[in-house]
């Protein structure tokens, strides 16, 4: 049975950084597709950031390009979310989520994963 795990969410002040874990177990993340989603308060969950199972190839939604980095330890079976320059438009539960196909979705939508976690909520202050 696949699980994940998030943590690392936390209150931070605008323009602070956090780093989100997602360790997984059941599952080997270098054979999946590992996604960051965030759901805002009234909001639907959206895309946030993808990392490849082979290659690690990686795509980001426009809102957090440039601010945002995924990454994997693939010994540790953790995914990664640094988030650095928050703003309040950043606040969110933020979730993991794995699909099985090894290469990145072209248009990632929560339908499509195979596994979630329960969350991790980042609130940013102005």
């Known amino acids: 049975q696949v699980q994940l795990v998030e943590s690392g969410g936390g209150l931070v002040q605008a323009g602070g950084s956090l780093r989100l874990s997602c360790a997984a177990s059941g599952s080997t993340i270098r054979l999946s597709g590992s996604y960051w989603f965030r759901q805002a308060p009234g909001k639907e969950r959206e895309f946030v950031a993808a990392?490849?199972?082979?290659?690690?190839?990686?795509k980001y939604a426009d809102s957090v390009k440039g601010r945002f980095t995924i990454s994997r330890d693939n010994t540790k079976n953790t995914v990664y979310l640094q988030m650095n320059t928050l703003g309040p438009e950043d606040t969110a539960v933020y979730y993991c989520?794995?699909?099985?196909?090894?290469?990145?979705?072209?248009?990632?939508?929560?339908?499509?994963?195979?596994?979630w976690g329960e969350g991790t909520l980042v609130t940013v202050s102005s």
């Open positions: 989520a794995l699909d099985a196909r090894l290469y990145l979705l072209p248009s990632p939508s929560a339908s499509a994963m195979d596994y």
């Open positions: 990392i490849s199972g082979i290659g690690g190839s990686t």
